[in-house]
Nanobody, 127 residues
């Protein structure tokens, strides 16, 4: 089990950028990591994922605007979101570990592939 903590959320204007970080409590180089988001009354939505080799998968809603990366030396996962839109407003969560999921999938792993979750960080995009 790994403890995860997200940072970097905030309130921004349309078109601005934010970078979220997720600190892991232990060495997680082999983990398949992911980012999700959720708004009130809706299901948790997969945003992006990255496997232990650095292969990335993005949801269509953020493809071209998001970059997921990892710094295994620091046990930190990142999500950079550019050209933010009001529909990006949500609580963003990082998650571990979806090892075994096919990295060639066109969409990121769904929530039930993951075993550990952070507490979330809010992004609010004002129009």
């Amino acid at each position: 089990q790994v403890q995860l903590a997200e940072f970097g959320g905030g309130s921004v204007q349309v078109g601005e950028s934010l970078t979220l970080s997720c600190n892991a409590s232990k060495y997680y180089e082999a983990y398949f990591m992911g980012w999700f988001r959720q708004t009130s009354g809706k299901k948790r939505e997969a945003v992006a994922s990255i496997d232990s080799d650095g292969n990335t998968i993005y949801a269509p809603s953020v493809k071209g605007r998001a970059t997921v990366s990892r710094d295994d030396a620091k046990n930190v996962l990142y999500l950079q979101l550019n050209n933010l839109k009001p529909e990006d407003t949500a609580i963003y969560y990082c998650a571990a570990d979806a090892s075994g999921f096919c990295s060639n999938s066109p969409t990121p792993p769904p929530p039930d592939w993951y075993t550990d979750w952070g507490q979330g960080t809010q992004i609010t995009v004002a129009s």
